[in-house]
């Protein structure tokens, strides 16, 4: 395993006092927060920071840290020398706060992982009442991607999930399954699925946690999709706005015959009722007519384009004053 | 390796939970879910009162990615609750503005 920097991730300087130390911790956990930050790696950051703060804020931690660290760099494949810890103890310290389960090895090769923690899944807010050794699950988060026609039709996904879980002799062992999970017809761009039961299962008689599955869609080379609307840039000739004209255009769910009215402006948007991702409530569909004029490339095409600018008296700037 | 395919409830506007339902995936008390209510972090839908008889609470899914990001706001960051219905507020102002700039960027492009 690689040998953890705690000082450079939470980005003070070894000889930092503990104010300085939570000061910059709490700072960067509000900017990493993986439900408020926008950052893309926002999660594997906050709980390297919440993994650095719980062996730099308790001294006695910090200082067996240190007598370890002055040798090591960051990255440096890593295995704690025997005895490294003698004359500290890390027991009963009550330095709670985070989700043992999310330590990585080498923090748990240092501190042990059966310190008082799972604080999420444990916390009792009604004072007073006994606790008894029983923990729901922990839930699970993932995501599922999925194409636009899928949120139409409906679909079938398998899902490889790496969970981690303790094995009978008490070790933590990285488990993979895979899930085939139902996508429902309807489902909408970063709406979550929950499958009950899916999570970390409980400690004691407790239950087990649940699986939370958010949906995202692949992104599409002619739809673009917002809530259950979808619309669809559809490119069409000079002649066929001016003249009027019936196209065809691809949906979701197969072509269809449009009719462009005689003067249709560039930019126009129609509604195609209904055609949009299906749902008790449908969504529309909409089509945004887009002029594309045809390259004057041979001489025939420039003959023309030459008869527009000698028969057709036009000047798109004649409101600009000029 | 399983063949069974897995049918989860999608969490859509039609979803509907209970109090319970909403306290159990936050791993929370149902005090904590009614101290969300009453700093207006949450509401219950369609919540009616027959004479002085009450309907039970339902919440919206929303409800419930609102109440799961409160929890963990409150217990990575260390926020009263107060502090959380202002932070659930902004961060969905940031997402409407956002939604925002996507639209007049997709407008505005080239």
Known sequence: ?322 | MTEKILKGILLDEQTELSLNDLSYACCSSAEWIIQLVEEGAIEPVGHKTHGTQKTPWRFSASSLQQAQTAMRLQQDLNINMAGVALVLELLKEIENLQAELEVYKANNKD
Do not use: C
């Not at chain 1, 499958?195 to 739809?223: I, K, R, T, W």
């Not at chain 1, 999709?225 to 009027?244: F, K, M, R, S």
């Not at chain 1, 948007?269 to 945004?288: F, H, V």
């Open chain 1, 1 to 322: 395993m690689d040998f953890k920097d705690y000082y450079d991730i939470i980005g003070v300087k070894k000889d930092a006092t503990q104010a300085e130390i939570k000061r910059a911790y709490k700072k960067l956990a509000r900017k990493y927060h993986p439900d408020v930050s926008k950052e893309a790696n926002a999660e594997v950051r906050f709980k390297e920071l919440g993994e650095a703060y719980e062996a730099l804020k308790d001294p006695e931690k910090r200082a067996a840290y240190d007598q370890l660290g002055k040798n090591w760099k960051a990255g440096q494949d890593f295995n704690p020398p025997p005895d490294w810890d003698a004359g500290f103890e890390f027991n009963g310290g009550g330095f709670t706060g985070g989700n043992d389960a999310d330590y990585s090895d080498f923090f748990e090769s240092l501190f042990g992982h059966g310190f008082q923690g799972g604080q999420r899944q444990s916390h009792d807010r009604s004072q007073g009442r006994q606790r008894t050794y029983q923990q729901r699950g922990e839930d699970h988060h993932a995501k599922v991607s999925i194409d636009l026609e899928d949120a139409y039709q409906g679909a079938t996904r398998s899902i490889m999930l790496q969970s981690p879980e303790i094995d009978s002799n008490g070790h933590v062992i990285n488990k993979q399954r895979t899930l085939n999970v139902k996508i429902p017809k309807g489902v909408k761009q970063g709406q979550r699925i929950r499958l009950s039961g899916q999570g970390s299962p409980g400690m004691g008689a407790a239950p087990a946690g649940d699986l939370y599955l958010q949906v995202e869609f692949n992104p599409h080379g002619l739809y673009r999709v917002q809530g259950h609307d979808v619309y669809l840039d559809v490119p069409v000739t000079p002649w066929e706005a001016a003249l009027g004209a019936s196209i065809k255009v691809p949906t979701p769910t197969g072509a269809v015959d449009l009719k462009i009215a005689e003067g249709t402006p560039n930019g126009r948007k129609m509604r195609l009722k209904g055609k949009g991702i299906p749902s008790k409530t449908p969504g529309d569909l909409y089509i945004i007519i887009q002029f594309t004029l045809p390259p004057a490339e041979s001489d025939e095409a420039k003959q023309l384009y030459k008869k527009m600018q000698q028969e057709l008296p036009y000047n798109p700037r004649s409101k600009m004053g000029v």
